[in-house]
């Protein structure tokens, strides 16, 4: 007999009800799409589901008119043994700015004690000042802290850099960390010395989340799987590849009769498939699935511009009429990122390299920038791993004072004045955080469940006396 290989069973992450439909549905699924198949897909023995964070708390609130905290409680009944699992974006939460600490504590002590199982932490310049709250919070609730490194390409992303900062995410008290790489950079090979680089490096299990837009996706799990990843991150088939995940039940078949078999059951995901198929259906009816998102879009490697930032970037020369300065504005792009201290490209990274790269076409370089690009040569959004071009930051910025101290330092606690501000609407102690992530939309939310609620008690009177509710 030949040598055997000892058995590393890999275990799978399911993400058909957060990043699959945010990928590509715009995070439209509402939870009574998902309730009905919760008891199957519980008994199958998924690593964990991801099912809540990222942008579903903001779709929940703004355009299904749920509430996101009443979603999280639905999913927690229904999966009895299955852990539930959360994108978070550290000092940012689920918004698009810095909250103050004793937001970020209460925020994450709410979603631990609604059912949260696994936080996983990232932050857009994956400066883990940003990150040290959120941690420290989630393990004193008794959470799984998993943090997240963005994975980028660029001169200042050796692998020594991985292995360094996987050491320090360890010592930070991290229970897994996860490599994040939301743009489907990832080759196959890249990945293999990635994983055994940062295996070498740290004790802690390692997940793994790629996109399938490039096309590289599936190829690149094989390899960082055989190099020792514990984790990986799929879509069931109706909902996957695309801008979505590799599908679920190929990532499963692939690794059967080999020392990383999986051990799922595909009698038990074609349930789940046969499930999501008719609603998958539905959505290309609707619009709401454009097959556009569904297809490879090498473009990503070429260029290494993520899917995102490549519409909103057409979007934006398509209002000014100037669709034709498009190649110009990709060759831009990494001038950019390059002055900015080449970082990640991710929200809300890629909005503000992407955007700046338009103006700069348009108008001149840097003759004009945004708030936020003036916010990010300031240090308002943390550390970059390489430093700015000191030219276009002075160009930009002037003699504005430039902070080198984590952000959220220079933030005065905001718990109080939120719960000021929401009393009038709030009838849980979870409404504060949704007004303190997003007011307004919250308030439109908490004036529509009180136009339900209002519905229902005149419904249920209109009963009493006889009659029934239109």
């Known amino acids: 007999m030949s040598d055997t290989v000892e058995k590393k069973p890999v275990k799978i992450t399911e993400t058909v009800l957060r990043d699959a439909h945010q990928s590509l549905i715009a995070t439209r699924m509402p939870i009574e799409v998902m309730l009905p198949i919760i008891p199957v897909m519980d008994k199958i023995g998924y690593n964990a589901v991801e099912c809540w964070g990222g942008a579903t708390f903001d779709a929940c609130l703004r355009f299904l008119k749920e509430d996101p905290w009443d979603r999280l409680r639905k999913l927690r009944d229904g999966f009895k043994k299955t852990k539930l699992q959360m994108l978070l974006r550290g000092q940012n939460i689920l918004g698009y700015k810095h909250y103050p600490d004793d937001v970020v504590e209460y925020f994450v002590q709410k979603t631990i004690a609604n059912g949260m199982d696994i936080i996983r932490i990232f932050d857009c310049l994956n400066d883990l000042r940003n990150l040290e709250t959120s941690v420290k919070a989630t393990k004193k609730e008794g959470g799984h802290a998993q943090v997240t490194l963005v994975y980028t390409l660029g001169e200042a992303y050796t692998l020594d850099y991985w292995m360094n900062i996987s050491k320090e995410i360890e010592s930070m008290g991290a229970d897994s960390i996860c490599i994040k790489d939301m ?85 038990l995901l074609a349930e789940v498939a046969d499930h999501f198929r008719p609603y998958r259906e539905e959505c290309l009816k609707t619009g709401l699935l454009d097959p556009k998102v569904l297809g490879v879009n090498i473009k990503t490697l070429m260029y290494q511009v993520p899917g995102g930032m490549l519409s909103n970037m057409v979007s934006q020369l398509k209002e000014q009429n100037a669709s034709d300065k498009y190649q110009a504005v990709l060759e831009e792009i990494p001038r950019v990122r390059k002055d900015f201290g080449e970082p990640p490209l991710v929200t809300p990274s890629s909005q503000i390299v992407g955007t700046q790269a338009v103006m700069n076409v348009l108008m001149g370089r840097y003759k004009v920038a945004t708030d936020q690009t003036k916010d990010l040569l300031s240090g308002h959004y943390g550390k970059t791993v390489k430093p700015f071009n000191p030219e276009v930051q002075k160009q930009i910025i002037g003699d504005r004072e430039v902070i080198t101290c984590r952000p959220a330092d220079l933030l005065e606690p905001g ?56």
């Open 183 to 267: 743009s489907g950079l990832l080759l196959p090979k890249a990945a293999e010395e990635l994983v055994r680089a940062m295996k070498s490096a740290t004790k802690l299990p390692i997940e793994l989340h790629t996109h399938y837009t490039s096309g590289v996706a599936s190829m690149t799990y094989m390899k960082a799987v055989e190099a020792g990843v514990d984790i990986i991150d799929c879509a069931i088939s109706p909902l996957a590849l695309g801008t979505s995940q590799p599908a679920t039940e190929v990532m499963v078949e692939a690794f059967k009769g080999t020392p990383y078999d999986t051990g799922l059951d595909q009698n």
């Open 415 to 470: 718990l109080a004045k939120f719960e000021e501000e929401v009393k009038e609407w709030k009838q849980q102690d979870e409404d504060t955080l949704s007004y303190a992530l997003f007011p307004q939309v919250a308030v439109d939310f908490f004036k529509y469940r009180l136009a339900q609620q209002k519905k229902v008690d005149l419904g249920a009177a209109d009963t009493k006396n006889g009659a029934y509710p239109a």
